[in-house]
């Protein structure tokens, strides 16, 4: 029946997806701050329509949080969904093929910023919810809580769920924002990283200088920058902060056995990337490297001239946005603050350095022996015919172990996306096939979950 | 009488160069194509006002040549003026106190792009030649050639000295784009350094990938791009490029004394740019390490994500302008060739590379055992009172090796800038003392330089 339901409204629930993505709700850029309450309001909306008892605009000291609920029956176990309706900046748009914010339908896949991440992932949940309530299959209560700060680091969130611990209350977290081996492989992911978000600026002299008067004999630093830079990882992968591997929680033999033995084809992710060489930590294999290794990335590099043609300045300033990867049992305050005493301590006599931490976030690892997991994977294996393998994502959801701290909430983490997917990358786009089939599994997951819950 | 039309003159003087200040001739973006030849048009008007026989716009390939002469007497010694109109980009605008393009002054000095560099020093020479016309002291033949590409390279100049030989006879070149010691210390610039400019790619993944699915596993093109700048010089600021000293002209001991009894307080130095320490090439006091050491700075550097806020994403490209400031006898060419193929070989297997060379110029010396120098040496006596030191400066007139191939002249560098104008930087500015002085010291040359060719 609700199978049903979904299969005979497929159209309308693209079309409503793509007035969705058509709204540009980047939460990093306050130019945006508009569209993104535009957006809020497009979920509030969305959440009444599909039948919620309640769905409110939650106003924050940043972006707003929708809150929507159903009580079937105070009963019944509850299922908080979380999501997120901002997306991450869309530039550089001249390597778009089609505007980020037009989505368009090509091979099958939505092209637009936040089809997959993570508007198109939470949406699923609403159109889910739609579709049990239309056949009376709701099995379990229902909240939903969309935040549209997660591309910037979730700080009101946190605040919203420190004071509404009761109006949250609930069985289990569910989160669609993570990604599947591939669609005949379907995976649920129980490991993230955590990440630590750092911005600095090194500082010559005083002003940009002629750099045939002054290059040679003042410290350029840009060039300084690099050096720094280049010391922060050594020739084997390991970053040099240190202190920084002190809690990384080392997997036991056997635990690695299992996770390299997950389906991986190195060559294939070469071709598919266009690189000669992989390039990471000594000792470890690429799905542990992005797995449960931390690792330290500059996310953007920019100084002196940039413009067209040729300026022959030696620059006052040079600056890059790094970010580092965290794992089990490392703590994103404290490597922020490992990282901005190294940062100042390796700045030579000539320049003067600032770092500023944007945002972070702690890793998580998920129980694979609850009944939420096992609701999860029957879920998998109704709708895709396939048992789901559990694997370790590298990217972070930050709020994951904020749930488990304060409202004492595990989390199942039932991503539908593919690594191909381009997000935070020119191109995101989400298949048509990911997100019908999406619908249908978490539906599914709402039965299981009432079904072993009243069986236990 | 020449000197007291100057005096006379002064605010008619100071309005002209601030009209021409106000047109945004950036010659390096192709955006202000029609306010460069707006500037050129300025110059030949001023120069038939000024008195000029013809004043005429040469096409070129790029940006249009101002040619002008006033022919005197054949049998009078002929000056050639060079200099531009060009001015160098604006940018950044921010850091400007006020408007590039509209000129202020301010405790007795000229702000705007190209106050100094070089529409300043160069409009001196017209104001002077006006000066000796009104008041018939006129004493040698003169001919300008102002270009609108000394920023870009002078890639159409080249051209037209070459085709343009017979026009362009004369006794020596005389330039104004250089500093003097102090507004107390006048010096005349007899050594220059040359130039190779290039801009570098570097290329991981094919596209932008999320730095936390992606990060730890692939290369960052940005973290490649740092470790390849950093092994560019070594610890004692040595440039590693194969080759790259097999050629440099090294001074004698008693050379290198004369050098170094220049005038500078290190101090002082470090204080005005708000520096600790200074930085360059082990062995080499600082005044060395711009006047007769080759150097290396990166003039520019970008990728990934440069916007507001924070973007977990790993880069596909990384970008830096790299250039090279090179001394007798290295050759602009063959250091170019020696860059491009060390880059290319220094690249590990998991990015490609690519540099390609913006401009270049060649170094020079100018002889100071010459009536043309003894001629500049007894202007600046007379109108400074002090007999200017000859000094060498860091920066490059790529064109001044090309005068003497190709016309087979020698070039007088009577500058009148600062190292404190801040050319190429925001708030570049002219003391209005040295537009002045620089007017009546160039009339002088004129005179002394007719006197001692009478002589010899």
Redesign the interface.
């Known amino acids: 029946m609700t199978k049903e339901y979904i299969d005979n409204n497929r159209q309308k629930f693209i079309d409503e997806l793509i007035d969705l993505l058509k709204i540009p709700s980047v939460?990093?850029?306050?130019k945006f701050k508009g569209n993104v309450r535009q957006a809020a309001e497009y979920v509030q909306q969305s959440l009444l329509t599909a039948g919620a008892d309640r769905a409110e605009i939650c106003e924050t000291e940043g972006h707003p949080i929708v809150y929507g609920e159903k009580i079937v029956d105070p009963q019944l176990p509850t299922i908080l969904v979380y999501g997120h309706y901002d997306v991450?900046?869309a530039?550089?748009y001249e390597?778009w093929d089609s505007p980020p914010f037009e989505p368009v339908i090509k091979d099958e896949k939505i092209y637009a910023r936040g089809a997959c991440d993570d508007k198109g992932q939470m949406f699923m949940h609403i159109k889910a919810f739609e579709a049990m309530k239309a056949t009376d299959a709701l099995a379990c209560n229902v909240k939903f809580m969309i935040e549209g700060e997660e591309?910037?680091?979730s700080d009101n969130l946190e605040v919203f769920i420190r004071e509404n611990k009761e109006k949250l209350a609930a069985d289990i977290i569910l989160i669609s924002d993570t990604?599947i081996i591939a669609n005949d492989t379907p995976s649920i992911t129980v490991g993230l990283?955590g990440?630590s978000?750092m911005?600095v600026e090194v500082t010559?002299?005083?002003?940009?200088?002629?750099?045939?008067?002054?290059?040679?004999?003042?410290?350029?630093p840009?060039?300084i920058?690099?050096?720094m830079?280049?010391s922060l990882?050594n020739k084997d992968?390991h970053i040099t902060i240190p202190g920084f591997y002190d809690k990384v929680a080392e997997l036991s033999g056997p635990e690695r056995e299992a996770m390299n033995a997950a389906p991986f084809n190195l060559d294939e992710y070469k071709q598919e990337?266009?690189?000669?060489?992989?390039?990471?930590?000594k000792g470890y294999t690429?799905l542990e490297?992005?797995g449960i290794?931390?690792?330290l990335?500059?996310?953007?590099?920019?100084?002196?001239?940039?413009?067209?043609?040729?300026?022959?300045?030696?620059?006052s300033k040079?600056?890059?946005?790094i970010?580092m990867?965290l794992v089990p049992n490392q703590d994103s305050g404290e490597i922020t603050e490992l990282f901005t005493q190294h940062f100042q301590s390796i700045a030579?006599?000539?320049?003067k350095v600032k770092a500023t931490p944007?945002?972070g976030g702690e890793p998580a690892v998920t129980p694979t022996d609850s009944v939420a997991y096992a609701a999860a994977s029957a879920a998998f294996e109704e709708s895709w015919g396939k048992t789901p393998i559990p694997t370790r994502?590298?990217?972070?959801i930050p709020i994951v172990s904020l749930f488990k701290e304060v409202l004492g909430l595990d989390s199942v983490l039932m991503g539908f996306g593919l690594?191909s997917d381009?997000?935070?990358?020119?191109?995101e786009h989400y298949g048509l096939f990911n997100y019908m089939k999406g619908i249908e599994t978490i539906a599914m997951f709402h039965k299981h979950f009432a079904k072993l819950n009243s069986s236990t």
């Not at 010559?204 to 290059?215: A, I, K, M, W």
């Open positions: 939460s990093a850029d306050s991450q900046p530039d550089p390597l591309e910037v680091g990604a990283r990440l978000y911005e010559g002299p005083n002003r940009d200088l002629h750099s045939g008067v002054y290059g040679g004999a003042v410290a350029n840009i060039n920058l690099c050096e830079i280049t990882m992968g990337l266009d690189i000669k060489e992989v390039k990471g930590e690429t490297r992005v290794r931390p690792t990335d500059v996310n953007g590099i920019w100084g002196g001239y940039t413009g067209e043609g040729a300026k022959t300045v030696l620059p040079a600056y890059a946005k970010s990867r030579p006599d000539y320049v944007h945002h994502d590298g990217g972070s690594d381009a997000i935070h990358s020119p191109n």
